[in-house]
């Protein structure tokens, strides 16, 4: 399959970037730079998309980032599906361990959980990328890095006809999974936390007639730790352990999935058998994220146990850090070494979700009855106390691109807009400078007013007028709330709707000079 609007020659030819990787984190960078007109040509082995089931859960930021791109979880209902109940963990006994609050509208405006079908949602990113007419799309192809001077230069096979492409590009992303050739050809090591277990993974289309308990759960049972959850419209996901004593042939089998499904009430008679694969959760994250104009995303660059549900949300994350700072340098509008941070702002909230993870699976995977039995009894004691259970890190940024008090996710909410209501994402997009009054625009210095209209910086006030200020009508006070939490009248918000900062009104202008100084100044040959 191949966008045929900017299709590459038998001869040398340029991109802004090139993307290894047709799976989700691929695709939304290459739609969020393509969209911003950047000629972005992504590559992959595979002739077509992955068929079956692998994520099934997202959380209310994953779902801003599918906004932004137009697939909005209230426009696609068939893909994805909000989850508002209890998380439960519970022990052979059916005894609750721990319950996790998985329900209700998170700060981004939507559900804090949902499951979803990852094909159908990756067709339907597959159908945005294929609109973009700057981006071109191969399949079947293999690339190899062979050169990475003031350009990268790849060769590109394609593994059905042997015809070869010698491509450039100004950088090259890696979002090839878990065994990167991008990351190895690179050289950069992998961190591994030494964090294995092996587990069944099957994916169940039911009979709609069959009735299951509605709450997502984990049996921590050392006969077989288990998982039970949703696994997006219409369909269901079990997870099973391998024991000790299993091999993992020996687990990997039709007739086996059938034999663990068995007790649920699931028969081929009733029930479509979608899949079933070994998976090792695993842990760790590659040692560095770019070097000179490589770089990596999504499993390319970490790993985690999914017992959080963010493996796949912590990619997307990564691209919605990476695709603004690589557009402001690939226009001219920043420096190069803003590209640095991208490693320095993920990783450090990257280790939090592994080591919640990893704290997750090590309740669960327990085989031994003396140490299931201690777990048992600590957990239930707990709960029965009230301790609220652990809750997943907040999505806040490590040291980079933004102030001391900067670095945390945005919220957004319903402003009214032509007579009706809307989501802010869906009016505004970009770097923010949110007001709480329009007249305190009259304090921004016209230096630092000069340095927003350089870095395209849109000014949105909560009240008051201003002729350069847009000023939005809250429905809920949401904004107004925030901005009191922070004790500031103003914030800057990046395009990947996390704070540079926040200031008093009187401090705007050096909130604003900063965010131009630290974008920095880039070279001549960029702007040119």
Avoid at 346 to 371: Q, Y
């Amino acid at each position: 399959m191949s966008n045929e609007a900017t299709p590459p020659t038998a001869a040398t030819d340029n991109y802004d970037v090139m993307i290894v990787g047709l799976g989700p984190v691929g695709k939304l960078l290459a739609i969020q730079l393509g969209r911003a007109g950047h000629r972005v040509l992504i590559a992959d082995r595979k002739t077509e998309g992955y068929p079956l089931p692998r994520a099934v859960t997202h959380d209310f930021e994953f779902a801003r980032i599918l906004q932004s791109i137009g697939l909005a979880p209230d426009t696609i209902p068939e893909i994805t599906e909000p989850y508002d109940d209890m998380y439960v963990w519970r022990n052979a006994d059916r005894e609750s361990l721990v319950e996790v609050d998985w329900s209700g509208i998170g700060s981004s405006g939507w559900y804090n959980t949902y499951f979803f079908s990852q094909p159908a949602l990756e067709d339907r990113m597959e159908a945005v990328l294929l609109a973009l007419p700057t981006v071109t799309v191969l399949r079947g192809w293999s690339a190899e890095v062979i050169a990475d001077d003031d350009v990268v230069s790849t060769t590109l096979s394609n593994l059905a006809t042997a015809e070869e492409l010698l491509v450039t590009s100004r950088y090259l992303v890696g979002a090839d999974g878990a065994n990167s050739t991008v990351r190895r050809w690179a050289g950069i090591d992998w961190h591994d936390m030494g964090f294995f277990y092996d587990w069944l993974v099957v994916d169940v289309i039911p009979d709609p007639s069959l009735e299951f308990p509605h709450v997502a759960i984990q049996t921590c049972d050392i006969a077989r730790p288990a998982t039970m959850v949703p696994g997006g419209p219409g369909r269901r996901r079990w997870e099973f352990m391998r024991l000790p004593h299993e091999t993992i042939e020996s687990l990997n089998k039709t007739e086996r999935a059938w034999e663990l499904l068995e007790p649920f009430g699931i028969r081929p008679e009733n029930s479509e058998l979608e899949r079933h694969s070994v998976y090792t959760f695993q842990a760790g994250w590659a040692t560095s994220w770019r070097k000179r104009h490589v770089l990596l995303a999504g499993d390319a660059a970490h790993l985690m146990p999914p017992f959080a549900g963010q493996g796949l949300g912590a990619g997307l994350r990564d691209v919605m850090n990476l695709f603004w700072k690589l557009g402001a340098v690939l226009d001219g509008h920043a420096a190069e070494s803003i590209l640095d941070t991208y490693e320095t702002e993920r990783l450090t909230h990257i280790r939090e979700f592994i080591d919640f993870s990893i704290s997750l699976g090590r309740v669960i995977c327990i085989t031994d009855p003396a140490e299931a039995a201690e777990r048992d009894e600590r957990m239930i004691a707990e709960l029965a106390k009230g301790h609220a259970p652990p809750a997943p890190p907040a999505p806040l940024l490590g040291p980079g691109l933004h102030l001391p008090d900067g670095g945390q996710l945005s919220p957004q909410a319903a402003i009214r807009f032509d007579g009706s209501t809307a989501r802010f994402d869906d009016l505004y997009s970009g770097s923010i400078l949110m007001l709480a009054q329009a007249e305190l625009f009259e304090l921004v210095t016209a230096e630092a007013t000069d340095a927003l209209r350089d870095r395209g910086v849109t000014v949105v006030a909560l009240s008051g007028e201003h002729p350069a200020v847009i000023t939005i009508g809250e429905v809920d006070g949401t904004y107004a709330a925030w901005l009191d939490q922070l004790n500031a009248e103003s914030v800057l918000i990046r395009p990947d709707f996390y704070t540079f900062g926040a200031s008093a009104g009187t401090e705007t202008s050096a909130m604003i000079l900063a965010f131009s100084n630290q974008l920095g100044v880039a070279s001549l040959e960029a702007r040119a």
